[in-house]
């Protein structure tokens, strides 16, 4: 049998474990990293049900159909001066009078101005500016591209 070290020898010679370096194992904090994103993930996708405000939406009735006689004026313009009046072709100077007309003849007058990818920014203006100026209130630009004369 082999003699036992004594204490001495044993604090003074390093153990096996002693020798071994530490080291940082890659796996577990691929883990926890991992552990930690679906964490946040499922957090946030919880706060977005927190800042949700129910809302009752209102109903649609039947009876609530545009009025045909009530559909406004299509103002399209084009290059050169050229213009239409809810498809009938007319000049550039006639479009204040016709607006101011259109004013003084109806009750609730309504005004969709429409430009191809000809018309001047000027031209457009402009017919924003009649209608302006002859009172009407209710202009919109539409802002799908149709062909002149549509």
Known sequence: MSPRPSVAEL???P???GRRRARIEIIPLIDVIFFLLA???LFTLSLEKIRAVPVTLPQASAAARPDPDNSPVVLQLSDHGTAWWNRE???TAEISP???AYKT???NPR???SGDDRATYGDIIAALDAARVAGITQVSI???PRPPGR
């Open 111 to 113: 005004v969709l101005v």
């Open 11 to 13: 604090i003074a010679a």
């Open 15 to 17: 153990s096996r474990e």
């Open 39 to 41: 964490t946040f993930v």
């Open 142 to 144: 539409e802002t799908a």
């Open 98 to 100: 016709r607006l101011l």
């Open 89 to 91: 072709p007319i000049a």
């Open 105 to 107: 003849a109806t009750a």
